[in-house]
């Protein structure tokens, strides 16, 4: 097969090609398109710099042969493995990204983990997040962060990464093959959504199950049997208050970047931690169809492109930087609070990304120099918490959420050219948001958005809405390993992994970290047999 690039698709040209498409991505209409017998679709992405002539550009397969798109075999129909006779099975913290992929390659390879998870399963998870939002009374254990599939289950499930590994393809083909749609192989921004998240992650879930594997929910990590020399003997684990002890000499930690008591068991412990730069913001609302009319002009509503994105970013003279994160086309503000007391928010989209808004984080860096006491590794933490609990107080203590429109916030005059009503669930309660964010923060918001605004006409219009306060974009720590073993510095035995370990951010650099932690566990795991 021979692969072409930058092939110019019409808007109408790509809505036909796409609803040509077949399992393999063969496609009739393109391979007319092209003059050819057949073709395939590699990747397609939109083409907006021009607003009189958006298009489509493809990367196109030409002919059969070698290199050929294959139809995804369902997850359920994969072969299983053969069990392997190990000592110990391997123990998966977490079922984020980073765990379960972790978990998924650990089972399929016959190592038959015990995968632990402090939250409910993701059916649980979802009606304890919509009690949350009807009740007002949080779950700490159950909720926007904790739970089967991790923070990103309530997200936009966004599948990009910048990084370049040849384990992409395989983790988009994990996706597909639990459930995903097809369409994340050739997308440019792939995309799942939370609706459809849910039912791959249960059934990724249900292969571990089956290949041998045991996942044990409402169950934490409490303590680690370590002996002198650092090697690991065992973990001690609490269900519903009771604990007990489990042999094991090898731990994957994908906790994610809110197991804040995590963190302090394992500096307790004497883990090798260290604090590490984050962010801190808000997340800003526009009503979506302003900003597809900003994104597209007249093209704007063609039934092929859908919601419009945009990714942003600025760096101002005092040596911050402001930048937009997981844009949520079509999207809500989400609660994402886990501790009583804190108030967070993020952001999510379904699937079909019709919502009346688009959100995103707006985001200014912080650094460990920022920290009142930055020779501590939770320092971050409390830095964290300070702030969450200044946006739960501004919001009335009850779950409301401060929000205040950029004019205001910004002293960005003129008449509004969109208006959105805030999508937080558990409403929201007119709050300055500077008080919300440390000066530093508040001052690099205010500058950096007319700066932003050149780049996307309109992003700093003064009705855009503003909600406090996001701080959990990725983790304050970072649990030290070895660059080579993947194993802990400190504990032998002990991965960390993903993004709560401080070595990824976001949904497919979690699950890239986890297959290759993984591979490093079984490589050692599978000499010993």
């Not at 196109?60 to 369902?74: F, M, Q, S, T």
């Not at 995103?360 to 006491?373: E, H, I, K, R």
């Not at 558990?426 to 500077?434: N, Q, T, W």
């Not at 219009?461 to 080579?484: F, Q, W, Y």
């Amino acid at each position: 097969m021979e692969k072409r690039p930058n092939i110019k698709l019409t808007l109408d040209q790509g809505l036909a090609v796409v609803c040509d498409l077949q399992p393999d991505r063969s496609s009739q209409v393109l391979a007319d398109i092209l003059g050819v017998q057949h073709a395939y679709l590699l990747r397609r992405s939109i083409d907006a710099r021009r607003k009189s002539d958006v298009h489509f550009v493809a990367t196109v397969g030409i002919g059969e042969g070698e290199g050929a798109p294959h139809a995804v075999r369902p997850i359920e129909e994969r072969p299983l493995p053969e069990h392997r006779p190990v000592d110990l099975r391997p123990v998966v913290v977490g079922t984020g990204p980073a765990g379960l992929f972790a978990a998924l390659e650990l089972a399929e390879a016959g190592l038959c983990p015990l995968v632990i998870e402090r939250g409910a399963p993701v059916e649980e998870r979802t009606a304890d997040v919509e009690r949350y939002h009807r009740t007002r009374v949080l779950d700490t254990a159950s909720n926007v962060q904790f739970g089967e599939g991790g923070a990103g289950t309530f997200s936009d499930g966004k599948l990009t990464t910048g990084k370049n590994s040849p384990q992409i393809a395989h983790v988009l083909e994990t996706f597909v093959a639990a459930g995903a749609p097809s369409e994340i192989l050739w997308q440019a921004k792939p995309h799942i959504g939370t609706d459809v998240l849910s039912d791959v992650v249960k059934r990724m879930r249900e292969r571990i199950i089956a290949c041998g594997g045991e996942v044990r929910f409402h169950t934490q990590l409490v303590g680690m049997d370590i002996d002198a020399a650092g090697m690991l003997h065992g973990v001690t684990l609490e269900d519903d208050g009771t604990r007990y002890e489990v042999e094991a000499s090898q731990l994957v930690l994908a906790c994610g970047h809110s197991a804040r008591d995590t963190f302090a068991l394992l500096k307790q412990l004497g883990f090798e931690l260290e604090p590490k730069p984050f962010s801190i913001g808000v997340r800003i609302e526009h009503e979506q169809e302003f900003i597809n009319r900003a994104q597209y002009g007249q093209a704007a509503g063609h039934p092929a492109l859908g919601a419009a994105d945009y990714k942003l970013a600025c760096h101002l003279e005092n040596a911050r930087s402001v930048y937009t994160f997981c844009m949520c086309p079509g999207g809500e503000v989400v609660a994402a609070s886990s501790e009583e007391g804190g108030l967070c928010v993020n952001g999510m989209s379904r699937q079909a990304r019709d919502g009346a808004n688009a959100n995103a984080a707006l985001l200014c860096n912080v650094t460990p120099d920022d920290f009142a006491d930055a020779t501590d590794p939770l320092s971050g933490i409390a830095f964290q918490r300070r702030w969450e609990q200044a946006a739960f107080a501004a919001g009335g203590a009850d779950w409301h959420a401060p929000v205040q429109r950029v004019g205001q916030f910004a002293g960005i005059a003129g008449k509004p050219r969109t208006l959105p009503e805030a999508s937080y669930p558990l409403g929201v309660v007119e709050a300055p948001i500077a008080g919300c964010l440390p000066d530093f923060a508040a001052e690099a918001l205010r500058e950096a958005l007319p700066v932003l605004d050149r780049n996307l006409r309109g992003f700093a219009d003064p009705g855009a809405l503003l909600t406090g306060i996001e701080a959990r974009s990725s983790s304050p720590v970072r649990v030290v390993r070895d660059s080579h073993t993947l194993m802990s510095t400190h504990v032998h035995g002990v991965y960390p992994c993903g993004e709560g370990a401080g070595y990824a951010g976001g949904i497919m650099s979690a699950a890239l970290d986890g297959i290759r932690v993984a591979s490093a566990v079984k490589n050692l795991s599978l000499t010993k047999i």
